[in-house]
């Protein structure tokens, strides 16, 4: 091992070495290795060192990295542009799906995300299969921001009374396939410094045709105008797996649209 030099065999400028045939014990001992090689640990190709918060020069835009040897470094290096991880805190107020895929294992509809409140910093909102509130499985797409919102195209968002966007969505297509596991569906907001560290999280909920009720009968037996009254009858869902409830609404014509 060199110990001191000057480049490499100059003339006349000999480099000091050292005999570690008396540290071997010691060598061994920290790296894990013997003098005839160890298979049994594997050799990495890669060398990491972790840098700890430091603050970026002004103007650097990329990290650079150099072969160093004895008496110099290799005067072409190998770079990567920096990535100023700073995440948003803004997060999307809710995510869901209604299924309008009657098949077991398949959904479709719209993914609609309800927008954070303040959006100045965010550029969108990425959206997961998740196997957990936390955890992503894979990713389906990306949502525009309600700020963004077009009213021309207005099927992408969703408008309150005075005309503001209050929901952003991603169009899930027919047939669409859950991922082994998925029960969650996950959104990040997400700006010029990457995405949120928390996602905002909605269960995955997949509609069966045999879920649905079979008929539903009322005979009004209140006698007044404008008031109704009596047993409500529900003809049970053909398979009831999964079902925690039978919810009643009023409804507008026959076509399921509530009031």
Same mark, same amino acid.
Request: net charge negative; proline share 7%; with cysteine.
């Given at each position: 091992?060199? !110990?001191?030099? *000057?480049?490499? $065999? /100059? %003339? =006349?400028?000999?480099?000091?070495?050292?005999?570690? +045939?008396?540290?071997?014990?010691?060598?061994?001992?920290?790296?894990?290795?013997?003098?005839?090689?160890?298979?049994?640990?594997?050799?990495?190709?890669?060398?990491? !060192?972790?840098? *700890?918060?430091? $603050? /970026? %020069? =002004?103007?650097?835009?990329?990290?650079?990295?150099? +072969?160093?040897?004895?008496?110099?470094?290799?005067?072409?290096?190998?770079?990567?542009?920096?990535?100023?991880?700073?995440?948003?805190?803004?997060?999307?107020?809710?995510?869901?799906?209604?299924?309008?895929?009657?098949?077991?294992?398949?959904?479709?509809?719209?993914?609609?995300?309800?927008?954070?409140?303040?959006?100045?910093?965010?550029?969108?909102?990425?959206?997961?299969?998740?196997?957990?509130?936390?955890?992503?499985?894979?990713?389906?797409?990306?949502?525009?921001?309600?700020?963004?919102?077009?009213?021309?195209?207005?099927?992408?968002?969703?408008?309150?009374?005075?005309?503001?966007?209050?929901?952003?969505?991603?169009?899930?297509?027919?047939?669409?396939?859950?991922?082994?596991?998925?029960?969650?569906?996950?959104?990040?907001?997400?700006?010029?410094?990457?995405?949120?560290?928390?996602?905002?999280?909605?269960?995955?909920?997949?509609?069966?045709?045999?879920?649905?009720?079979?008929?539903?009968?009322?005979?009004?037996?209140?006698?007044?105008?404008?008031?109704?009254?009596?047993?409500?009858?529900?003809?049970?869902?053909?398979?009831?797996?999964?079902?925690?409830?039978?919810?009643?609404?009023?409804?507008?014509?026959?076509?399921?649209?509530?009031?």
């Amino acid at each position: 091992a060199t !110990s001191w030099g *000057e480049g490499c $065999a /100059l %003339p =006349d400028f000999p480099g000091v070495w050292n005999k570690i +045939s008396e540290e071997l014990e010691w060598i061994e001992e920290v790296t894990g290795l013997t003098a005839g090689g160890n298979p049994s640990v594997p050799v990495s190709s890669e060398v990491r !060192s972790s840098l *700890e918060n430091l $603050a /970026l %020069p =002004d103007g650097a835009t990329h990290l650079l990295v150099f +072969s160093g040897y004895n008496g110099g470094e290799m005067k072409t290096g190998v770079a990567v542009e920096i990535f100023d991880y700073d995440p948003p805190e803004e997060l999307a107020l809710a995510v869901y799906l209604v299924d309008q895929d009657a098949t077991p294992g398949e959904v479709s509809g719209r993914l609609w995300v309800g927008c954070a409140a303040d959006e100045d910093v965010l550029e969108g909102y990425s959206l997961y299969w998740g196997l957990s509130p936390s955890d992503k499985i894979s990713l389906i797409g990306h949502a525009p921001r309600c700020a963004d919102a077009d009213p021309s195209s207005g099927a992408d968002w969703q408008f309150n009374s005075a005309g503001d966007a209050t929901n952003t969505s991603v169009m899930l297509p027919m047939n669409t396939p859950l991922p082994v596991n998925a029960s969650y569906f996950l959104a990040y907001s997400y700006s010029k410094g990457g995405e949120s560290v928390l996602p905002t999280a909605g269960p995955v909920s997949d509609f069966f045709a045999e879920h649905l009720a079979g008929a539903i009968m009322l005979r009004d037996t209140y006698p007044a105008l404008g008031l109704v009254g009596g047993i409500v009858t529900i003809q049970r869902a053909y398979s009831e797996a999964r079902l925690l409830r039978y919810s009643l609404y009023w409804g507008i014509g026959g076509r399921c649209q509530k009031a």
